[in-house]
């Protein structure tokens, strides 16, 4: 009788566990894992670029390896910023006739355009061909780009790209062309709401925010319908949407303008001002570029093969050198270092 009254009541309290166990679990938060971000893209995107005399060119750590002395570089983009940087990892040189050095610049200084036109919104807004842009990181294997634009609107448009999208050399943008037929109708609100149709079909996409140093931004237009004009840009942003007629001035048919082309300036390239020009050597073979005359430093590039040298000094077996072509140059007080007897001296 004992045994069968504490059989029940173990009986009960393994059903009383057992309900308590089922409540929290069914209360408990279901564990998720985080799924490992995608492999940044390793571009390779080679080509000349001109950057701002005296751009640094920096080590992981924020050490200067070398500036860029405004003339013409042979550069490779190696990987976009890390997450959380502004640091685009590169690479000088061609494998002949240059100093190559890897590190990193901000991707503000490094010159890249569109080779074609990005989405920014899927059929309806891209970053025109031949836009300079900035490489702003990685995602899902594709390079981010941006482009602040500050005339006539106002604002970072952003873009995912393959690595083919993206050049040093700056591409031919096609001219903007106008129909024939097209009419011209001016922003007159400070934010321009973008549908993708006409609604109630259509819905919002984006919003344009106009520049507070333009008066309007002109936009073409060949069809207006239920109150909605549909217009369309061209700058380096490019913009094909539906647009309310209330927040836009019809201009008189045939009134119509042009759309200036971007552009950017390029430093003066360097010149070596000396009393006398110093001894030129080529070199054979790749040698290890230091940036101190001991073997204890760390060579932070080489000098490529056919590559001909300044010799500016010579010390104790080591020779202080520099690049006939001037693409870079020691940063700050440094000096690039280089065995004499790697030369043939």
């Not at 570089?73 to 100093?99: K, M």
């Not at 002109?218 to 007629?245: C, I, L, M, P």
Request: with cysteine; charged share 20%; glycine share 8%.
């Amino acid at each position: 009788m004992r045994f069968a009254l504490s059989s029940r009541r173990a009986l009960a309290r393994f059903s009383l566990l057992t309900c308590v166990f089922t409540a929290l679990s069914a209360a408990a938060p279901a564990i998720t894992r985080a799924e490992p971000p995608g492999a940044a893209p390793v571009c390779g995107q080679r080509g000349k670029v001109v950057f701002d005399k005296d751009t640094n060119l920096t080590d992981a750590s924020g050490h200067k390896l070398a500036r860029f002395s405004g003339g013409e570089s042979a550069v490779t983009l190696l990987a976009p910023p890390a997450h959380g940087t502004d640091l685009a990892r590169i690479e000088t040189g061609t494998g002949r006739g240059s100093f190559r050095v890897a590190g990193f610049v901000k991707t503000s200084e490094l010159r890249i355009f569109t080779s074609y036109a990005l989405p920014v919104v899927s059929g309806h807004v891209w970053l025109a061909q031949g836009t300079r842009v900035s490489v702003a990181g990685a995602s899902g294997g594709k390079v981010r780009v941006e482009k602040q634009v500050s005339t006539p609107f106002n604002q970072r448009f952003g873009a995912l790209a393959d690595c083919s999208a993206l050049t040093f050399a700056q591409p031919t943008a096609p001219s903007p062309t106008l129909p024939g037929s097209a009419r011209v109708f001016l922003m007159k609100v400070a934010m321009l709401d973008l549908y993708d149709q006409v609604p109630p079909t259509g819905a919002p996409i984006t919003t344009l925010q106009r520049s507070p140093s333009v008066d309007n931004v002109r936009f073409f237009s060949t069809e207006q319908r239920g109150g909605f004009v549909h217009v369309q840009y061209q700058g380096d942003v490019n913009v094909d949407a539906w647009a309310k007629a209330s927040d836009l001035i019809a201009l008189p048919r045939g009134e119509t303008s042009d759309l200036p082309p971007s552009s950017y300036s390029l430093t003066t390239p360097p010149q070596l001002q000396l009393p006398q020009t110093p001894r030129t050597v080529k070199t054979t073979r790749e040698l290890p570029l230091r940036l101190a005359a001991k073997d204890a430093e760390a060579p932070i590039g080489v000098i490529e093969p056919e590559t001909e040298v300044y010799v500016m000094d010579t010390v104790a077996g080591w020779a202080k050198v520099l690049p006939k072509s001037l693409h870079i140059l020691p940063a700050g007080e440094q000096s690039f270092w280089v065995k004499t007897a790697d030369l043939g001296l």
